[in-house]
Nanobody, 123 residues
Framework: VQLQASGGGLVQAGGSLRLSCAAS????????MAWFRRVPGKEREFVAG????????SYADSVKGRFTISRGYAQSTMYLEMNSLEPEDTALYYC?????????????????WGQGTLVTVSS
């Protein structure tokens, strides 16, 4: 499985961005997908996850109400709509495909990872 994340960029605080993740292969369609992020010097953290059919979603408390995760019709694509962005959201965002149909907050439950897309929020 190969993952390609895109959509990152520079935005002012309060602005919005939409991240996309395209996955190859049927594995992505049958399993959960998720977004994680990493700030230099800190551990990678869970942002949001979605089940194989989009019916179950999970969010980190820090982004709940501001970010929305979704899957495309083909289920091998995933999106993260990010609104009301804050400087604290600045990070390298990774998309991942999990080992199970439902999302987990643990990165150990994800087997395939994209290369990351950088989001920078200026104050």
């Amino acid at each position: 499985v190969q993952l390609q994340a895109s959509g990152g960029g520079l935005v002012q605080a309060g602005g919005s961005l939409r991240l996309s993740c395209a996955a190859s292969g049927r594995t992505a369609s049958n399993n959960a997908m998720a977004w994680f992020r990493r700030v230099p010097g800190k551990e990678r953290e869970f942002v949001a996850g979605i089940s194989w059919n989009g019916g179950v979603t999970s969010y980190a408390d820090s982004v709940k109400g501001r970010f929305t995760i979704s899957r495309g019709y083909a289920q091998s694509t995933m999106y993260l709509e990010m609104n009301s962005l804050e400087p604290e959201d600045t990070a390298l965002y990774y998309c991942a495909v999990g080992l199970r149909p439902v999302p987990s907050r643990s990165d150990s439950e994800y087997r395939y990872w994209g290369q990351g897309t950088l989001v920078t929020v200026s104050s």
